[in-house]
Nanobody, 123 residues
Framework: QVQLVESGGGLVQAGGSLRLSCAASGTGSFFSINAMGWYRQAPGKERELVAA???????NYADSVKGRFTISRDNAKNTVYLEMNSLKPEDTAVYSC???????????????WGQGTQVTVSS
């Protein structure tokens, strides 16, 4: 029943900024989120991890976005944000929110994905 609702995508000029948000709902009391993050995929290219953050606040960034993007989260709201600054045309892609978690009694980890939001950066 977990659902991810994304917002914030759109068209922006090079050098501009966008802020993506992803709210997870339906997690209940028996689903523990281990990590939340953002992936992106451009046409004809493989999907890549952009940024991720664990429940404890540890972060991981792709080399291509370090210093420009910032990931943050509000654990109480089960929401993750991606602040994107100094955007470049090569950042153009479909960005998808991802949540990894598990039920306390299970050893299996579940992946949940948002619908994907288009980010287009013009020259």
């Amino acid at each position: 029943q977990v659902q991810l609702v994304e917002s914030g995508g759109g068209l922006v000029q090079a050098g501009g900024s966008l802020r993506l948000s992803c709210a997870a709902s339906g997690t209940g009391s028996f689903f523990s989120i281990n990590a939340m993050g953002w992936y992106r995929q451009a046409p004809g290219k493989e999907r890549e991890l952009v940024a991720a953050i664990t429940r404890g606040g540890n972060t991981n960034y792709a080399d291509s976005v370090k210093g420009r993007f910032t990931i943050s989260r509000d654990n109480a709201k089960n929401t993750v944000y991606l602040e994107m600054n100094s955007l470049k045309p090569e950042d153009t892609a479909v960005y998808s929110c991802n949540v990894k978690g598990q039920h306390p009694w299970s050893s299996s980890e579940y992946d949940f994905w948002g619908q994907g939001t288009q980010v287009t950066v013009s020259s």
